[in-house]
């Protein structure tokens, strides 16, 4: 059995100006860590050709594959506020191309397969514990509804990765629908090369928006999707961590989860990671900063917009400051949901409000406390009892006129809370033992989490919130 994968690659044919050819660097010692079976399938790869010594050699770099255009990607990005002209795909090399089962244009990237050109003063490298985090937290937004670039694969190297101190290293193999990002427009607008950002749009709208009328469309396109996942990731109290605009994917996926975590007390202004100092990138911050992305973006279109500049300026903004309004829409249908209500009224966001304020005052477990809401337990959640009672007597009244039946408004609600979000100290448990060579806590929690609505009792132990020796204040970027 060979491995045969599909390839039908359209980036490369942009030019060279948009990356450097650059094949993976070969490691010491290949071994398989796991292979997602089902999306192999998808793809039209034989999982088992993937298992095989030459599928983990092509995993890992260190085999070719026909048809791969192995390449390194070239972006710009705006880091915490600060402008790149440079970033590139560091450690990243893209594969190629294929349409999957779908007849969705998905990428294949192998992350951590060693320098490229754009590596700058980095090693080229992942280690294991980021790789394994990404893959169960793509995953996990997968299974939760939320667009997200996939996790194909992950491998060790047999080498040691320094960062604090020496760990082992992997390659995730990560697939996303592109991997072009909001600073991939900038890295050609800063250039003052329109014709490569002309060209890029026309491929983006070819491949991620098709109705799109020119680069205007395309903007309003992106601000409707971004508004939509940052509305899904607030519903599951997801903070990302690190929403520079080299982050921020084109056509609306979650992309490059560092030190990215889910909360489990709620509360708006929780920061994670250990290098977001100012809580720049904090929970209820992200809507603003995805605007603030977007500015981004429009200003790299804005001679696409129009010849006229401040005529380009006006629509752009325009455009732009329709993302309050949308996000504001796509949250309360998120949220609206959770709280078990079919139709909109007028109060519904003040509710939803009173609920999230008496969680943060009560150190409620967001994820917890939302699976519970219509099974009676919802008190047990709340340090002040008559708080709760006096909302939840504004709530039944309004599920009463909802003109839904209460067994519709539990079954939206069990789809709509998950019972199971990857909680951060057990993606750190799972870490600690795979570093020692114990992946059944991984293997696990990929398996529960591939289905985070349903009711696990075998899995109860992952649905309980950190013991206060458990609790991971921080996540870090030493990725
Ligand atoms: P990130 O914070 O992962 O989004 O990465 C920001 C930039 O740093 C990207 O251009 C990455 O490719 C690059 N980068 C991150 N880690 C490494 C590494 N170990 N070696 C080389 N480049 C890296
Ligand atoms: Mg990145």
């Known amino acids: 059995m060979t491995l045969t994968i599909p390839f039908d690659n359209s980036y490369t044919q942009l030019g ?3 990356f450097a050819r650059q094949s993976p660097t070969p490691v010491t010692e290949p ?7 089902s999306l192999a399938e998808a793809l039209g790869i034989d999982p088992d050709a993937l298992r095989t010594p030459h599928g983990v050699a092509v995993l890992a770099g260190n085999a070719r594959v026909d048809g791969a255009e192995p390449i390194a990607q070239a972006y710009a990005g705006h880091q915490f506020g600060n402008f790149v002209p440079q970033l590139g795909d560091g450690r990243a090399i893209l594969l190629g191309e294929v349409i999957d089962a779908g007849g969705v244009r998905r990428d294949i990237q192998l992350k951590g397969a060693g320098r490229t050109p754009f590596s700058r003063a980095g090693d080229g490298r992942a280690w294991l514990g980021p790789v394994l985090r990404e893959y169960v937290v793509s995953e996990a937004m997968h299974t939760l509804g939320i667009p997200t670039t996939r996790a194909l694969a992950a491998v060790k190297t047999g080498e040691a990765v320094v960062r604090e101190k020496p760990y082992p290293g992997a390659v995730l193999t990560r697939v996303a629908s592109s991997h072009i990002r909001v600073g991939t427009f900038q890295f050609f607008a800063v250039r003052g090369d329109a014709e490569a950002v002309q060209m890029l749009t026309d491929h983006v709208i070819r491949r991620h928006y098709p109705d799109a009328d ?3 469309d395309l903007l309003k396109g992106v601000i409707r999707r971004q508004a939509r996942l940052i509305a899904q990731w607030m519903g599951v109290g997801f903070i990302h961590g690190v929403m520079n605009t080299d982050n921020c994917q084109i056509a609306g996926e979650t992309i490059d989860y560092g030190p990215c975590a889910f909360m489990d007390r709620y509360h708006p202004a929780t920061v994670f990671s250990s290098i977001d100092r100012q809580g720049r990138y904090a929970y209820q911050n992200q809507p603003d900063i995805a605007v603030w992305n977007l500015a981004q973006l429009a200003t790299s279109l804005l001679p696409l917009i129009d010849e006229n500049e401040e005529a380009a300026v ?3 903004t325009e455009a732009v400051h329709e993302f309050g309004p949308l996000f504001r829409d796509a949250w309360l249908g998120v949220f609206r949901a959770k709280i078990g209500l079919t139709n909109a009224e007028d109060g519904d966001g003040a509710l939803i409000g009173g609920l999230l304020d008496r969680m943060a005052e009560g150190d409620a477990d967001f994820t917890n406390t939302f699976r519970a809401l219509g099974s009676g337990r919802e008190r047990d ?3 002040d009892p008559a708080g709760w009672d006096q909302w939840a007597a504004g709530w039944h009244a309004r599920l009463a006129r909802d003109g839904s039946s209460e067994d519709e408004q539990k079954a939206l609600m069990a789809r709509s809370n998950p019972a199971l979000i990857p909680r951060n100290h057990r993606v750190e448990e799972l870490i600690q033992a795979a570093v020692q060579g114990d992946f059944a806590p991984f293997e696990r929690l990929n398996r529960v989490l591939s ?4 009711v696990q009792p075998d899995a109860e132990d992952l649905q309980r919130p950190p013991q206060p020796d458990e609790e991971v204040l921080q996540t870090f970027c030493g990725t």
């Open 31 to 37: 071994s398989l860590v796991t292979v997602n079976e």
């Open 214 to 216: 020119g680069a205007l």
């Open 451 to 454: 289905d985070p609505f349903a």
């Open 16 to 18: 060279d100006r948009f």
């Open 381 to 383: 959640h709340f340090t």
């Open 314 to 316: 006006e629509a752009a």
